[in-house]
Protein backbone atom coordinates (compact mmCIF):
# COMPACT_ATOMS: atom_id res chain seq x y z
CA UNK A 1 0.00 0.00 0.00
CA UNK A 2 1.45 3.66 -1.13
CA UNK A 3 1.64 6.08 1.15
CA UNK A 4 -1.37 7.94 -0.35
CA UNK A 5 -4.54 9.40 1.12
CA UNK A 6 -7.40 6.55 1.47
CA UNK A 7 -10.81 6.50 2.59
CA UNK A 8 -11.14 3.97 6.15
CA UNK A 9 -14.58 2.81 7.81
CA UNK A 10 -14.21 1.69 11.48
CA UNK A 11 -16.68 -0.59 11.99
CA UNK A 12 -18.98 -0.69 14.95
CA UNK A 13 -21.18 -2.13 17.14
CA UNK A 14 -24.29 -0.63 16.43
CA UNK A 15 -25.07 2.03 19.08
CA UNK A 16 -21.02 3.17 19.83
CA UNK A 17 -20.76 5.22 16.57
CA UNK A 18 -20.65 8.24 18.30
CA UNK A 19 -18.19 7.37 20.94
CA UNK A 20 -16.06 5.82 18.60
CA UNK A 21 -16.21 8.66 16.15
CA UNK A 22 -15.10 10.75 19.05
CA UNK A 23 -11.97 8.83 19.89
CA UNK A 24 -11.12 8.87 16.40
CA UNK A 25 -11.13 12.47 16.16
CA UNK A 26 -9.10 13.74 19.01
CA UNK A 27 -6.40 10.22 17.84
CA UNK A 28 -6.35 11.32 14.65
CA UNK A 29 -7.11 14.90 14.29
CA UNK A 30 -8.94 14.25 11.07
CA UNK A 31 -12.73 15.15 10.21
CA UNK A 32 -15.18 12.01 10.66
CA UNK A 33 -18.37 10.99 9.36
CA UNK A 34 -20.87 9.07 11.18
CA UNK A 35 -23.07 6.10 9.62
CA UNK A 36 -25.15 3.35 10.97
CA UNK A 37 -22.62 0.42 12.16
CA UNK A 38 -19.66 2.72 11.64
CA UNK A 39 -17.65 5.61 11.16
CA UNK A 40 -15.99 7.09 7.73
CA UNK A 41 -12.33 8.86 7.87
CA UNK A 42 -9.46 9.74 5.27
CA UNK A 43 -5.76 9.46 6.10
CA UNK A 44 -2.72 7.97 5.11
CA UNK A 45 -1.05 5.03 6.48
CA UNK A 46 -0.36 6.66 10.05
CA UNK A 47 -3.80 7.11 10.87
CA UNK A 48 -4.71 3.68 9.50
CA UNK A 49 -1.86 2.21 11.91
CA UNK A 50 -3.00 4.72 14.77
CA UNK A 51 -6.76 3.21 14.68
CA UNK A 52 -5.98 -0.10 14.73
CA UNK A 53 -3.19 0.48 17.76
CA UNK A 54 -5.36 2.72 19.66
CA UNK A 55 -9.45 2.32 18.92
CA UNK A 56 -10.30 0.98 22.33
CA UNK A 57 -14.31 0.56 20.74
CA UNK A 58 -14.28 0.16 16.97
CA UNK A 59 -14.85 -4.29 15.87
CA UNK A 60 -12.07 -3.27 12.96
CA UNK A 61 -10.76 -0.76 10.19
CA UNK A 62 -11.42 -1.34 6.46
CA UNK A 63 -10.25 0.55 3.41
CA UNK A 64 -12.42 1.52 1.14
CA UNK A 65 -11.34 0.06 -2.44
CA UNK A 66 -14.16 0.82 -4.52
CA UNK A 67 -17.61 1.79 -5.14
CA UNK A 68 -19.80 0.89 -8.20
CA UNK A 69 -22.64 0.15 -9.77
CA UNK A 70 -23.47 -4.01 -10.67
CA UNK A 71 -26.14 -5.83 -11.77
CA UNK A 72 -24.15 -9.06 -13.14
CA UNK A 73 -21.16 -10.84 -12.95
CA UNK A 74 -19.11 -9.81 -16.03
CA UNK A 75 -19.66 -6.05 -14.63
CA UNK A 76 -18.83 -7.55 -11.39
CA UNK A 77 -15.28 -8.96 -12.40
CA UNK A 78 -14.70 -6.25 -14.70
CA UNK A 79 -14.54 -3.61 -12.31
CA UNK A 80 -13.05 -5.27 -9.38
CA UNK A 81 -10.00 -6.28 -11.65
CA UNK A 82 -9.42 -2.73 -11.91
CA UNK A 83 -9.42 -2.16 -7.99
CA UNK A 84 -5.19 -1.64 -6.83
CA UNK A 85 -4.89 -5.43 -5.22
CA UNK A 86 -1.27 -4.89 -5.27
CA UNK A 87 -1.32 -2.51 -2.94
CA UNK A 88 -2.35 -4.38 -0.21
CA UNK A 89 -1.95 -8.10 -1.70
CA UNK A 90 1.12 -10.06 -2.18
CA UNK A 91 1.03 -12.43 -4.72
CA UNK A 92 -0.44 -15.84 -3.46
CA UNK A 93 -1.75 -14.81 -0.08
CA UNK A 94 -4.81 -16.60 0.78
CA UNK A 95 -8.02 -14.41 0.68
CA UNK A 96 -10.98 -14.89 2.45
CA UNK A 97 -14.03 -13.04 0.68
CA UNK A 98 -17.10 -12.45 3.03
CA UNK A 99 -20.03 -11.17 1.29
CA UNK A 100 -23.65 -9.56 1.91
CA UNK A 101 -26.58 -8.66 -0.08
CA UNK A 102 -29.50 -7.03 -0.06
CA UNK A 103 -32.10 -6.29 -2.93
CA UNK A 104 -29.47 -7.17 -5.27
CA UNK A 105 -29.84 -9.39 -8.74
CA UNK A 106 -26.15 -10.29 -7.64
CA UNK A 107 -27.57 -12.53 -4.42
CA UNK A 108 -25.42 -15.89 -4.60
CA UNK A 109 -22.40 -15.26 -1.69
CA UNK A 110 -20.34 -18.15 -3.11
CA UNK A 111 -20.12 -17.11 -6.64
CA UNK A 112 -19.52 -13.30 -5.65
CA UNK A 113 -16.62 -14.54 -3.76
CA UNK A 114 -15.08 -16.72 -6.75
CA UNK A 115 -15.63 -13.78 -9.18
CA UNK A 116 -13.73 -11.75 -7.18
CA UNK A 117 -11.09 -14.37 -5.88
CA UNK A 118 -11.02 -14.46 -10.11
CA UNK A 119 -10.64 -10.86 -10.71
CA UNK A 120 -7.58 -10.70 -7.96
CA UNK A 121 -6.02 -13.71 -9.46
CA UNK A 122 -6.00 -11.82 -12.79
CA UNK A 123 -5.01 -8.59 -11.28
CA UNK A 124 -2.17 -9.81 -9.33
CA UNK A 125 -0.59 -11.87 -12.48
CA UNK A 126 -1.35 -15.31 -10.01
CA UNK A 127 -4.20 -17.34 -8.98
CA UNK A 128 -5.32 -16.92 -5.38
CA UNK A 129 -3.79 -18.85 -2.85
CA UNK A 130 -6.24 -21.88 -1.96
CA UNK A 131 -4.62 -23.35 0.92
CA UNK A 132 -5.33 -23.06 4.87
CA UNK A 133 -2.82 -20.71 5.82
CA UNK A 134 -2.35 -19.05 9.66
CA UNK A 135 -3.22 -15.83 7.87
CA UNK A 136 -5.87 -14.96 5.38
CA UNK A 137 -6.40 -11.75 3.85
CA UNK A 138 -10.05 -10.67 5.03
CA UNK A 139 -11.78 -8.99 1.29
CA UNK A 140 -15.65 -7.45 2.39
CA UNK A 141 -18.03 -7.28 -0.43
CA UNK A 142 -21.21 -5.45 -0.10
CA UNK A 143 -23.92 -5.55 -2.36
CA UNK A 144 -27.15 -3.50 -1.59
CA UNK A 145 -29.73 -1.90 -4.34
CA UNK A 146 -27.38 -3.00 -6.94
CA UNK A 147 -24.84 -1.16 -5.53
CA UNK A 148 -21.56 -2.90 -4.72
CA UNK A 149 -18.84 -1.79 -2.39
CA UNK A 150 -15.27 -3.52 -1.79
CA UNK A 151 -13.31 -2.90 1.20
CA UNK A 152 -9.94 -5.38 2.86
CA UNK A 153 -9.79 -5.29 6.41
CA UNK A 154 -6.59 -4.07 8.02
CA UNK A 155 -6.91 -5.70 11.38
CA UNK A 156 -7.48 -9.27 11.06
CA UNK A 157 -9.08 -10.57 14.21
CA UNK A 158 -11.27 -8.38 15.62
CA UNK A 159 -10.55 -5.05 17.44
CA UNK A 160 -11.70 -6.68 20.75
CA UNK A 161 -9.26 -9.28 21.48
CA UNK A 162 -6.47 -7.77 22.67
CA UNK A 163 -4.83 -10.82 23.98
CA UNK A 164 -5.98 -10.80 27.47
CA UNK A 165 -8.58 -12.83 28.43
CA UNK A 166 -7.05 -15.81 29.32
CA UNK A 167 -10.54 -17.03 31.44
CA UNK A 168 -14.14 -16.25 31.43
CA UNK A 169 -17.39 -16.23 33.54
CA UNK A 170 -21.02 -16.17 32.84
CA UNK A 171 -22.57 -13.15 31.04
CA UNK A 172 -18.72 -11.90 29.14
CA UNK A 173 -18.90 -8.30 28.10
CA UNK A 174 -16.77 -7.75 24.89
CA UNK A 175 -13.60 -5.97 25.62
CA UNK A 176 -14.75 -3.39 22.47
CA UNK A 177 -18.29 -2.60 24.40
CA UNK A 178 -16.51 -2.42 27.88
CA UNK A 179 -14.71 0.08 26.77
CA UNK A 180 -17.64 1.99 24.58
CA UNK A 181 -19.63 1.71 27.77
CA UNK A 182 -16.86 3.71 29.67
CA UNK A 183 -16.28 5.87 27.25
CA UNK A 184 -19.96 6.71 26.73
CA UNK A 185 -19.96 7.46 31.07
CA UNK A 186 -17.82 9.89 29.86
CA UNK A 187 -14.95 8.19 32.31
CA UNK A 188 -11.17 9.11 31.25
CA UNK A 189 -9.29 7.40 33.91
CA UNK A 190 -9.33 11.12 36.29
CA UNK A 191 -11.63 9.33 39.35
CA UNK A 192 -11.90 6.06 40.72
CA UNK A 193 -13.93 3.12 39.22
CA UNK A 194 -15.59 0.33 40.87
CA UNK A 195 -17.29 -3.09 39.41
CA UNK A 196 -18.76 -4.76 42.23
CA UNK A 197 -20.26 -7.53 40.02
CA UNK A 198 -16.87 -7.79 38.39
CA UNK A 199 -16.63 -11.31 36.98
CA UNK A 200 -13.97 -11.90 34.67
CA UNK A 201 -12.65 -8.60 35.24
CA UNK A 202 -13.27 -6.76 31.46
CA UNK A 203 -14.97 -3.76 32.79
CA UNK A 204 -12.02 -3.05 35.32
CA UNK A 205 -8.76 -3.74 33.06
CA UNK A 206 -10.12 -1.37 30.07
CA UNK A 207 -10.78 1.11 32.92
CA UNK A 208 -6.95 0.08 34.08
CA UNK A 209 -5.50 0.35 30.47
CA UNK A 210 -7.53 3.92 29.93
CA UNK A 211 -6.18 5.02 33.46
CA UNK A 212 -2.55 4.00 32.40
CA UNK A 213 -2.87 5.25 28.39
CA UNK A 214 -1.88 1.97 27.23
CA UNK A 215 -2.98 1.53 24.08
CA UNK A 216 -5.19 -1.41 23.57
CA UNK A 217 -3.48 -3.26 20.12
CA UNK A 218 -0.49 -2.98 21.36
CA UNK A 219 0.20 -6.99 21.72
CA UNK A 220 -1.19 -8.06 18.95
CA UNK A 221 -0.54 -8.64 15.30
CA UNK A 222 -2.71 -6.82 12.12
CA UNK A 223 -3.39 -7.50 8.74
CA UNK A 224 -1.67 -4.37 7.46
CA UNK A 225 1.51 -6.14 8.44
CA UNK A 226 1.14 -8.42 5.75
CA UNK A 227 0.71 -5.93 2.90
CA UNK A 228 3.13 -4.99 0.72
CA UNK A 229 3.60 -1.58 1.47
CA UNK A 230 3.91 -2.38 5.27
CA UNK A 231 6.23 0.09 7.18
CA UNK A 232 7.74 -1.07 9.81
CA UNK A 233 9.64 1.34 10.75
CA UNK A 234 6.56 3.09 10.92
CA UNK A 235 4.72 1.07 13.33
CA UNK A 236 7.52 0.69 15.47
CA UNK A 237 7.57 4.49 15.79
CA UNK A 238 4.54 4.66 16.67
CA UNK A 239 4.54 1.43 19.27
CA UNK A 240 7.59 3.47 21.29
CA UNK A 241 5.50 6.74 20.66
CA UNK A 242 2.47 5.43 22.56
CA UNK A 243 5.07 3.53 25.09
CA UNK A 244 5.95 6.59 26.14
CA UNK A 245 2.76 7.73 26.90
CA UNK A 246 1.84 5.14 29.46
CA UNK A 247 1.35 6.25 33.17
CA UNK A 248 0.64 5.09 36.62
CA UNK A 249 -2.56 5.68 37.03
CA UNK A 250 -2.85 7.68 40.67
CA UNK A 251 -6.59 6.80 40.90
CA UNK A 252 -8.10 3.62 42.65
CA UNK A 253 -9.65 1.00 40.56
CA UNK A 254 -11.55 -1.65 42.54
CA UNK A 255 -12.91 -5.17 41.36
CA UNK A 256 -15.09 -7.11 43.21
CA UNK A 257 -17.51 -10.09 43.25
CA UNK A 258 -18.31 -12.57 45.73
CA UNK A 259 -17.56 -15.50 43.20
CA UNK A 260 -13.90 -16.76 44.47
CA UNK A 261 -13.65 -17.87 40.50
CA UNK A 262 -14.63 -15.01 39.36
CA UNK A 263 -11.45 -13.18 41.43
CA UNK A 264 -9.67 -15.94 40.11
CA UNK A 265 -10.68 -14.70 36.53
CA UNK A 266 -10.16 -11.13 36.96
CA UNK A 267 -6.75 -11.42 38.56
CA UNK A 268 -5.81 -13.85 35.38
CA UNK A 269 -6.89 -11.79 32.55
CA UNK A 270 -5.38 -8.62 34.92
CA UNK A 271 -2.31 -10.21 34.60
CA UNK A 272 -2.10 -10.98 31.17
CA UNK A 273 -3.29 -7.38 30.29
CA UNK A 274 -0.23 -6.06 32.12
CA UNK A 275 -2.73 -4.43 34.81
CA UNK A 276 -3.00 -6.26 37.71
CA UNK A 277 -0.66 -3.92 39.80
CA UNK A 278 -3.38 -0.84 39.15
CA UNK A 279 -6.56 -2.64 40.44
CA UNK A 280 -7.59 -3.69 43.92
CA UNK A 281 -9.29 -7.14 44.04
CA UNK A 282 -12.22 -7.64 46.84
CA UNK A 283 -14.38 -11.15 47.41
CA UNK A 284 -17.32 -9.80 48.75
CA UNK A 285 -20.80 -8.93 48.06
CA UNK A 286 -21.55 -5.54 46.47
CA UNK A 287 -23.44 -4.52 49.96
CA UNK A 288 -20.10 -4.43 51.39
CA UNK A 289 -18.70 -2.18 48.75
CA UNK A 290 -18.72 1.65 49.38
CA UNK A 291 -17.09 4.40 47.91
CA UNK A 292 -13.15 5.02 47.67
CA UNK A 293 -12.99 8.82 47.05
CA UNK A 294 -15.02 11.96 46.38
CA UNK A 295 -15.51 11.17 43.16
CA UNK A 296 -15.66 8.23 40.60
CA UNK A 297 -17.68 6.08 38.56
CA UNK A 298 -19.11 2.15 39.62
CA UNK A 299 -19.88 0.56 36.06
CA UNK A 300 -20.94 -3.18 36.45
CA UNK A 301 -22.34 -6.06 34.33
CA UNK A 302 -24.24 -8.41 36.49
CA UNK A 303 -24.91 -11.90 35.42
CA UNK A 304 -28.93 -11.17 36.40
CA UNK A 305 -28.56 -13.37 39.30
CA UNK A 306 -26.22 -16.40 38.47
CA UNK A 307 -23.47 -15.13 40.63
CA UNK A 308 -25.64 -12.44 43.09
CA UNK A 309 -27.10 -16.41 44.01
CA UNK A 310 -30.37 -13.91 44.50
CA UNK A 311 -34.13 -14.68 43.04
CA UNK A 312 -34.75 -10.80 42.28
CA UNK A 313 -35.48 -9.88 38.73
CA UNK A 314 -33.17 -7.51 37.36
CA UNK A 315 -35.81 -4.13 37.98
CA UNK A 316 -35.76 -5.25 41.25
CA UNK A 317 -31.80 -6.07 41.37
CA UNK A 318 -31.39 -2.47 39.69
CA UNK A 319 -33.64 -1.16 42.50
CA UNK A 320 -31.58 -2.76 45.03
CA UNK A 321 -28.19 -1.42 43.47
CA UNK A 322 -29.89 1.93 42.92
CA UNK A 323 -30.48 1.85 47.06
CA UNK A 324 -27.40 0.68 47.87
CA UNK A 325 -25.32 3.44 45.48
CA UNK A 326 -27.32 6.30 46.88
CA UNK A 327 -26.68 5.28 50.10
CA UNK A 328 -22.64 4.61 49.50
CA UNK A 329 -21.44 6.63 46.75
CA UNK A 330 -22.31 10.21 47.29
CA UNK A 331 -20.63 12.45 44.47
CA UNK A 332 -20.63 9.19 41.83
CA UNK A 333 -21.68 8.38 38.82
CA UNK A 334 -23.42 4.41 38.52
CA UNK A 335 -24.55 2.49 35.70
CA UNK A 336 -25.54 -0.98 34.80
CA UNK A 337 -25.55 -3.02 31.82
CA UNK A 338 -28.88 -5.03 31.91
CA UNK A 339 -31.30 -6.90 29.60
CA UNK A 340 -33.24 -4.18 27.26
CA UNK A 341 -36.03 -2.86 27.79
CA UNK A 342 -37.17 -3.11 31.46
CA UNK A 343 -40.11 -1.41 33.07
CA UNK A 344 -40.46 1.42 35.42
CA UNK A 345 -36.83 2.10 35.31
CA UNK A 346 -35.21 5.61 34.19
CA UNK A 347 -34.40 5.82 29.80
CA UNK A 348 -31.35 3.81 29.18
CA UNK A 349 -28.09 6.20 28.03
CA UNK A 350 -27.53 3.38 25.23
CA UNK A 351 -28.78 0.58 23.04
CA UNK A 352 -27.01 -1.97 22.14
CA UNK A 353 -26.30 -5.79 21.69
CA UNK A 354 -24.15 -8.61 24.18
CA UNK A 355 -23.69 -11.94 23.01
CA UNK A 356 -26.96 -11.65 20.28
CA UNK A 357 -28.98 -10.02 23.06
CA UNK A 358 -30.80 -7.02 23.10
CA UNK A 359 -29.08 -4.66 26.43
CA UNK A 360 -28.58 -1.33 27.80
CA UNK A 361 -26.78 1.25 29.98
CA UNK A 362 -29.48 1.79 32.86
CA UNK A 363 -28.00 4.79 34.79
CA UNK A 364 -27.93 4.49 38.62
CA UNK A 365 -27.73 7.89 39.83
CA UNK A 366 -26.22 11.33 38.64
CA UNK A 367 -24.68 13.78 41.13
CA UNK A 368 -26.14 17.34 41.25
CA UNK A 369 -24.70 19.66 38.96
Request: charged residues 20%; contains cysteine; positive net charge.
Amino acid sequence: MKNTEEQFYAIVAPGFESVCADELKSRLQVPVSIEHGGVTFHGKLRELYLANLWSRCASRIVVRLGDFNCRDFPTLYRKAVRLPWGRFLKPGTAIDVRTTCRQSRLNHSGRIGQTISEAIGKALGTPVSQQDTPFRQQILVRLDNDHCQISIDSSAERLHRRGYRQQMTPAPLRETLAAGCLLQCHWNGDSDFLDALCGSGTLAIEAAMIAGELAPGRQRVFAFQHWPGYRGNLWQSLLHEAKRQQRTPSITITASDQDEQAIHAARTNAKAAGVDQWIHFEQCPYQQQHSSGPHGLWLSNPPYGERLQQSQTTPQLLQALHTHFDANFSGWHGAMILPHPLRGVPAPQLQFRNGGLPVALYPLHQPAP
